[in-house]
């Protein structure tokens, strides 16, 4: 079991006569640098405070051109992150591969990250959401043969010795030899996240890699992808390790459960219903008609269509309530999707700075080792060996 | 009426649908409900053996995922064509299926008799952006392409607000259809920067066809194709709007067999 913190730094700042989507066409008119200035310094301050609280890593990952997540370049928030922490895991989940062009620029970043960390990175692979099809003028369309290209390049960077060739049907390169290369041999572990498309599902399963399930959906959605997934592994021959399986959740732990309650609910709705808006939004071809219907299906389990907050709490949308509540509800989850990584967002939406820094603390203090000691791990068996410095 | 045929052209399977009688004639649908028989066909139908090939990924036609580009397009629709043995023929191609036969008239401009653009995409102008088909809504798709908002399609379109609303072998051709034609007009939008300039290749005596409503391509688009392809003549269908052979059948097919008559 590890335990990460993940954070989308979002725009808490939306105007309330504002009633459109976070994404693709948000006025961008809407950002203050000026106040971007103070998000940015004092999210990174919540994720390198991860470190000394005890987690095992943290998470941040890539979204363009909109409200929710202002991280279009996750790679240079992992950069800070390397330099400024010595112990704990970063994970980037991930870079969008056919936004970067060419891939090697994945190859080459990353490996900066895990050298400047001393082997600390987990290098998270995304085909990118629909969005960012919308805001890129990439097809669609051809979103997963390039990603798939891509990630076979990148792979190729990390474990065959450079100058190769590369002549692929999306990317053509005379001389690959990326400079530097990573310190984690035979390379960076690889996290995968999905919102349920069979492909990816099969995709990761068939390379031996971990699945990230993508939040706000019913827990049962959750479920559901695992157990595929699971089922994925079983058909390529082998048993998935809960290891290979992460699930990202809303979580807010406060003194008592009605506490927890009040300060959190308003900005859960501000990020259900202000953020949210325009997620998915999913371009022709991102996905096959099959998985398209599937995941479309789910909208009634999506976290932007819940009205109530009994319909959050018997979804699981977010764990929410006091040290007692989310221990035990937090269990019997992880116990029940099998998996091996909890990915917590500990900020959310306009949840301000005092509050995330007491969620913060009262999860570590009083949720994660009770969770370590259920599941049976510690921090020094999880810990990463840093490099050596010659 | 139509009689359906499978095609094997270039490893890609084409569903045909042959109807009428007379010299053969090509209709390049849009990706829209045109890819099916239609009263439209039927009136063409009527002087001509109408030839309707559903493009790859429309309908049960396979071999989408060998189409990158309008290139693979226009080349599959000449080996269609010699497949079938139809020397020089008259070619009605509507909006999506218009740009296509405008590729075909200027690149092989001997295979094209007769050339009739309908509403055709495949030009840009800054000045007057084609509509967002991708990104839209049904309800919005039915607010920019018909005209008459009573259309029994405009209507389901417009019923369709929620996924919940739509019937699931339908989504299912709208995705698949939408995903053909984005493989070749996502980017750059639903045209191709190159065939302004080859347009005066066209040898074809060709009809520009434009519904004066059209939400989606501007009238303007018509007037640039009438001004670039030589000799063209440009008729408009008042009170139409994107689609004139679904949404005015009657004049959609009269101006077509009207100017395919003329010698």
Known sequence: ?390 | MPERRTVRVAGKEVRLLVGGGGPPLLYLHSVGADAEWLEAHDRLASRFTVHLPAHPGFAESTGVDQVDGIFDLVLHYVDLLGVLGLGAVPVVGASFGGWIAAELAALYPERIARLVLADAVGLWIDEAPIGELFGSTPPEVAQMIFHDQEHPLAQMLRAMTSIADVPEDFAYAQLRALEAAAKVGWNPYLHDPKLEGRLRRVTAPTLVLWGREDGLVPLVYGERYRERIPGARLHVIERCGHLPAIERPAEFAEAVLGFLAQT
């Open chain 1, 1 to 390: 079991m590890k335990f990460f913190m993940f954070h989308l730094m979002p725009w808490p700042y939306l105007p309330e006569t504002y009633v459109g989507p976070a994404w693709v066409k948000c006025p961008n008119g809407f950002y203050d640098g000026r106040r971007g200035h103070g998000l940015y310094n004092r999210y990174l301050d919540e994720l390198i405070r991860a470190e000394a609280l005890g987690f095992d890593g943290v998470c941040v990952n890539e979204h363009h051109a909109n409200a929710y997540g202002n991280m279009p370049s996750p790679n240079l928030i992992a950069a800070i992150l390397a330099r400024q922490t010595v112990r704990m895991r970063i994970a980037v989940v991930g870079n969008a591969l056919p936004l970067y062009n060419p891939p090697v620029r994945v190859a080459e970043e990353y490996a900066m990250i895990d050298c400047i960390s001393g082997g600390r990175l987990i290098a998270g692979m995304v085909v990118g959401g629909g969005p960012e099809y919308y805001s890129n003028g990439l097809n669609p369309a051809e979103a997963r043969e390039r990603f798939s290209e891509a990630l076979d390049l990148i792979l190729r960077c990390w474990t065959e010795p450079g100058p190769f060739v590369h002549m692929g049907k999306h990317y053509k390169l005379r001389y690959v030899n990326p400079w530097p290369t990573p310190v984690q041999q035979p390379h960076p572990p690889i996290w995968i996240p999905g919102a349920g498309s069979y492909e990816t599902m099969d995709f990761v399963a068939r390379r031996r890699w971990a699945y990230m399930g993508i939040p706000y959906f019913h827990k049962r959605v959750f479920k559901k992808n695992f157990d595929y997934f699971r089922e994925a592994c079983e058909k390529e021959g082998y048993t998935a390790s809960p290891e290979q399986m992460g699930w990202l959740v809303p979580v807010y732990v406060a003194e008592t459960d009605a506490q927890a309650r009040a300060e959190f609910e308003p900005h859960l709705w501000y990020f259900a219903k202000r953020l949210l808006p325009g997620i998915n939004i999913s371009p022709p071809g991102y996905t096959s008609p099959r998985s398209a219907l599937k995941m479309l299906g789910a909208f009634g389990e999506f976290l932007l269509n819940v009205g109530t907050w009994e319909q959050v709490v018997e979804g699981a949308y977010a764990i929410v309530g006091s040290p007692a509540t989310v221990r035990e509800r937090m269990a019997e989850l992880i116990g029940w999707l099998g998996v091996g990584n909890v990915l917590s967002l500990l900020q959310l939406g306009t949840l301000p700075a005092d509050l995330t820094r007491k969620n913060m603390e009262l999860f570590a203090s009083e949720v994660l080792p009770y969770l370590r000691d259920e599941t049976g791990t510690s921090l020094e068996s999880n810990a990463v060996a840093s490099a050596p410095v010659a």
